[in-house]
């Protein structure tokens, strides 16, 4: 069974730019939840997506958006780019989100903003 | 939003040591998964505990959830230099999942 996969790997932006990123979760899984990571602030909930609809947001502002797609692919949009934009972006998926089930992550999309 | 306190931060431990790594919450919790983060690669399940006072093992790691469930362990027997990474608790709080700020375990051998 193939795993999370995110694309693409590496990005190097400028401030103001906008980018986008994408993930495909594990065959089967409906949800699929977005995170931050940066040596700072560590992992940070962005949003969560579940049958194209989001469920949860976190405390991220308006730049941050997402959606997901009838296959439960998801994308991510930020637009704006700030340099504290800086970071790794994962995605995990569950069958379903629920909080006994364990969240599968992708390698990750390392965002540099210059 | 939910609090999740994760100490220590850093742990340098020489191999064949042991390790242990703390997680707490200030809220009651339904139950609390653990994952294991190596060096450029990405969170990856370890366990979930879900009954107050439960106690799983996997070889050489221990899990424990407190008898209150606010708060939970996570202890390695013997290092060896496979455990290098960072450990995260991690709760869930209506659909959203809350990660401690993790303990990066260093292994010297």
């Known amino acids: 069974k193939a795993g999370v996969t995110q694309t693409p790997r590496y990005l190097i932006k400028t401030r103001g730019q906008q980018v986008t990123l994408s993930c495909s979760p594990i065959?089967?899984?409906?949800?699929v939840s977005w995170y931050q990571q940066t040596p700072g602030q560590g992992l940070q909930f962005l949003f969560e997506y579940f049958s194209e609809t989001q469920r949860n947001k976190g405390n991220f502002p308006g730049r941050f958006s997402g959606r997901q797609f009838s296959n439960s692919r998801s994308e991510m949009n930020v637009s704006t780019l700030e340099l504290g934009d800086s970071a790794l972006y994962l995605c995990?998926?569950?069958?379903?989100?629920?909080?006994?089930?364990?969240?599968?992550f992708g390698d990750g999309t390392r965002l540099s903003i210059l | 939003g939910q609090q999740v306190m994760q100490i220590p931060q850093y742990q340098h431990v020489q191999e064949g040591e042991d390790f242990t790594t703390y997680c707490n919450s200030s809220?009651?919790?339904?139950?609390i998964q653990w994952y294991k983060q190596r060096p450029g690669g990405h969170p990856v399940f370890l366990i979930q505990l879900v009954k107050s006072g439960e106690v799983k093992k996997q070889k050489r790691l221990t899990f424990q959830f407190g008898e209150a469930k606010k708060n939970s362990s996570l202890h390695i027997t013997a290092t060896q230099t496979t455990d290098v990474g960072t450990y995260f608790c991690a709760v869930e709080t209506g659909n959203q999942f809350y990660f401690g700020t993790g303990t990066s375990l260093t292994v010297i051998p």
């Open positions: 995990a998926s569950s069958f379903s989100g629920s909080g006994n089930q364990p969240q599968h």
């Open positions: 065959s089967g899984h409906r949800s």
């Open positions: 809220t009651t919790l339904s139950n």
